[in-house]
């Protein structure tokens, strides 16, 4: 299956600073996804990315898909408390299904 | 709150059991997703149906019997599993490719967290 290199794996930062977390895929993605899971729920969607370059916001949080369509980040600004969570991203190939090929996670604690 | 709903939120089966997990969704989705996911990892695909037919099966054990017997309810049937089964099964829907070949983003329930003795 498609391999997606998420980093950092974890991270740990005051409330108040800025976040920045990236995904590498060794193929290429038609379409580039990021997702935020809390304990005992499932993932949300957080932003969708549709065109290589394609720069989008979402309040705090922006998210770039990257010119090759192999890579993508995410940065939160102004970090708070609920922000805590699992960040993964996701990427949809051009096979004519769906299905996603998520990368492995970044865990972010947020220390008020 | 999530559009997709699962339930139980909780279940724990002996190995020799037979129970069934639920999904519904009313956002007209017509493709409908089961994953599997372990602590600490990402999502893993199990089956996947577009139109209510199965469409992907990644090779997954037959003690797992998915089931779609409409557009808005997605099953899966769970028999003599082992505790290595033990996980997070999350389903997920979404609408299908667009024949332009655009992707449609997956929207997760809460998933069931089950506990195999």
């Known amino acids: 299956g498609q391999q997606l290199n998420q980093s950092p794996q974890s991270m740990f930062i005051q409330e108040g600073e800025d976040v920045s977390m990236n995904c590498t895929s060794s193929?290429?993605?038609?379409?580039w996804l990021w997702y935020k899971q809390d304990p005992g729920e499932g993932p949300v969607l957080l932003i969708a990315?549709?065109?290589?370059?394609e720069l989008t916001s979402n309040g705090r949080l922006t998210a770039q898909f990257g010119i090759t369509r192999k890579d993508s980040f995410l940065n939160i600004s102004a970090s708070i408390p609920s922000d805590v969570g699992i960040y993964f991203c996701a990427g949809q190939d051009q096979t004519g299904a769906n299905n996603l090929f998520f990368g492995t996670g970044t865990r972010l604690t947020v220390i008020p | 709150d999530t559009e997709v709903t699962q339930t139980p939120k909780h279940l724990v089966m002996g190995m020799t059991n037979k129970k069934s997990l639920k999904c519904e969704q009313h956002?007209?989705?017509?493709?409908m997703y089961w994953y599997k996911q372990k602590a600490k990892k990402p999502p893993e695909l199990m089956f996947v149906?577009?139109?209510?037919?199965?469409?992907i099966n990644e090779s997954v054990p037959s003690r797992f019997s998915p089931e779609c017997p409409n557009s808005s309810l997605l099953n899966l049937h769970l028999h003599a599993l082992q505790p290595e089964d033990s996980a997070l099964y999350l389903c997920?829907?979404?609408?299908?490719?667009?024949?332009?070949?655009?992707?449609?983003?997956?929207?997760f329930g809460n998933g069931t967290r089950l506990t195999v003795t």
């Open positions: 193929s290429i993605f038609n379409t």
């Open positions: 149906y577009s139109y209510e037919k199965l469409s």
């Open positions: 997920a829907s979404s609408h299908l490719p667009s024949t332009a070949g655009y992707n449609s983003p997956l929207h």
């Open positions: 990315l549709y065109k290589a370059g």
């Open positions: 956002m007209g989705h017509r493709a």
